[in-house]
C-alpha cells in the first residue's frame, strides 16, 4: 500500500485504484447499525478510504454507476439472498468492485453460500484494528489489481485491432507489391524474349545484300511467328508517294485475285502509312474495304494489320498481313512488330547505301571539261535510280 497523508496528517496506507488519481479510496457500506457503523466508519477514515453508509441493498447499483466506488461492506445483518442479485449484476458491470460481508464470525455454511454469491472475504468486526485494516486493503487490491488486468487487456485489445488494420494494409501493399513484381518481371521477360527475336532476326538478314533475297528472308522469318498469312511488303519508289510491291505471299488468297486489291494498296494506302509510325489493325474489315472499293473484297471476313518501317525518318517499306478473322493475329504481334521493324529497316538502308555507292568509280583524273562533269552527273543519276526501283 502506498502512503497517503490523511485528514488528521497521520501516514497511512492509501490503495491506489488504478484507474486514474482519486483523492482518496472509497468504500460503500450497507446495511449496518451505528454502533458497527462508528468502529467500521473510524477503521477506514484512519487508514485513509472514505466510507459512506446507506441502510439498504437496493441503492448499490446505482452508486457504483453513478460514483467510483472501489469496494462495498455488507453487515451481516442483511440476507444473503439480498446481497447474492447484486453481486451477480456487479461482476457483469463493475467486476473490479468487490463485495466484503463485516459482522460476527460467520458459520460455514453462511460462509460457503457467501462465496457462491461472489462475496471475497467476511470481516469480523471483533478483530483488532490492523486485522480489519489488512483485510479491507487485501479487498481493494484485489479489485485494483482486477482493474489493472481489465485496462492492461483493454490496451492490447486497441493494440490488436491497430496490429490487425496495419495487417491488413500491410498485405494489401504486399499484395500490390507482389503484382506489381510480377508484371515487371513479364514486363522484363518481353522484353528479353523481344531482343532474343530481334537479335536472331538481324542474324538472319544482315548476310542478305540483295533485295529479293532480304525480302524472302524478312518474310519467312516473319511468318514462322504469325503462323500461315497472306502477306505483302511494298518498296518506296523514286516519288514520295510512290511504292511497288515487293513480296507477296499468299495463303488463302491466290495473287491473281489479290492483284488490283495490292495495286490499290501501293496507290492508296502506302503513301498514307509512310507517313506515320503506327501500327494499324483492322478486326473488322468492313470500313476498310468501303473506302478501297471493290479492289478489297478479298479483305471481306478477314483481319488486316498493317505497319511501316522507318530508318532515320526515311520509309524503307510498307508490311500487310492478312487473313481470314476466323484465325485472328495474337495480341503479342504488335511488340514483335516493333522489335522486327527497325532491324529490317536499318538493313534496308544499308542495302541501299552498297548498292548506290556500287554504281560510282573513283575518277582516273579530274575532270577538265563540262562534258566530264556532265558524265559525273549521269552516273550520280543511274545510283539514284536504281535506289528509287529498289
Not at 243 to 267: E, I, K, N, T, W
Amino acid at each position: 500500500m502506498e502512503p497517503y497523508e490523511s485528514e488528521d496528517n497521520q501516514s497511512t496506507a492509501r490503495p491506489n485504484d488504478g484507474a486514474g488519481e482519486r483523492s482518496r479510496t472509497r468504500a460503500l457500506c450497507v446495511g449496518f447499525d451505528s454502533m458497527s457503523a462508528v468502529r467500521l466508519g473510524h477503521v477506514l477514515t484512519t487508514h485513509g478510504v472514505e466510507g459512506s453508509f446507506e441502510e439498504a441493498m437496493d441503492v448499490v447499483l446505482g452508486q457504483i454507476v453513478a460514483s467510483a466506488v472501489d469496494l462495498v461492506v455488507v453487515s451481516d445483518r442483511v440476507s444473503i439472498n439480498e446481497v447474492l442479485p447484486v453481486s451477480e449484476r456487479m461482476r457483469r458491470i463493475a467486476p473490479a468492485v468487490k463485495v466484503v460481508i463485516a459482522g460476527d464470525e460467520p458459520r460455514a455454511s453462511l460462509l460457503l453460500r457467501a462465496v457462491r454469491a461472489g462475496v471475497v472475504d467476511w470481516i469480523d468486526l471483533g478483530s483488532d484494528e490492523d486485522d480489519l485494516c489488512m483485510r479491507i486493503a487485501a479487498a481493494i487490491e484485489l479489485g485494483r489489481e482486477e482493474r489493472r488486468r481489465d485496462e492492461r487487456v483493454s490496451r492490447l485489445k486497441g493494440i490488436c485491432r491497430k496490429l490487425g488494420e496495419t495487417r491488413g494494409e500491410f498485405v494489401r501493399q504486399m499484395d500490390s507489391l507482389g503484382a506489381d513484381l510480377a508484371q515487371a518481371a513479364d514486363d522484363m521477360r518481353g522484353r528479353v524474349d523481344e531482343a532474343a527475336m530481334a537479335g536472331e532476326f538481324r542474324g538472319l538478314i544482315s548476310q542478305e545484300l540483295d533485295v529479293e533475297d532480304l525480302l524472302r528472308t524478312a518474310m519467312q522469318y516473319l511468318l514462322t511467328k504469325t503462323g500461315p498469312t497472306n502477306a505483302a511488303v511494298f518498296l518506296p519508289g523514286s516519288k514520295s508517294n510512290q511504292f511497288g510491291l515487293g513480296a507477296y505471299v499468299h495463303y488463302d488468297c491466290p495473287r491473281a485475285s489479290a492483284q488490283p486489291f495490292l495495286q490499290r494498296l501501293g496507290d492508296a494506302v502506302c503513301p498514307r502509312l509512310a507517313a506515320t509510325d503506327d501500327i494499324v489493325r483492322y478486326a473488322d474489315t468492313e470500313e476498310f474495304v468501303q473506302a478501297l472499293g471493290i479492289e478489297a473484297s478479298v479483305l471481306e471476313d478477314a483481319e488486316l494489320v498493317a505497319w511501316p518501317a522507318h530508318h532515320e525518318g526515311e520509309c524503307m517499306g510498307v508490311f500487310f498481313l492478312f487473313r481470314n478473322r476466323s484465325e485472328p493475329f495474337r495480341e503479342e504481334l504488335a511488340s514483335l512488330i516493333d522489335a522486327l521493324r527497325p532491324v529490317f529497316a536499318a538493313q534496308m538502308a544499308k542495302l541501299v547505301r552498297v548498292h548506290h555507292r556500287s554504281k560510282f568509280q573513283w575518277p582516273t583524273q579530274r575532270a577538265e571539261s563540262s562534258d566530264d562533269a556532265s558524265d559525273g552527273d549521269d552516273a550520280e543519276d543511274e545510283g539514284e535510280s536504281w535506289r528509287r526501283a529498289a
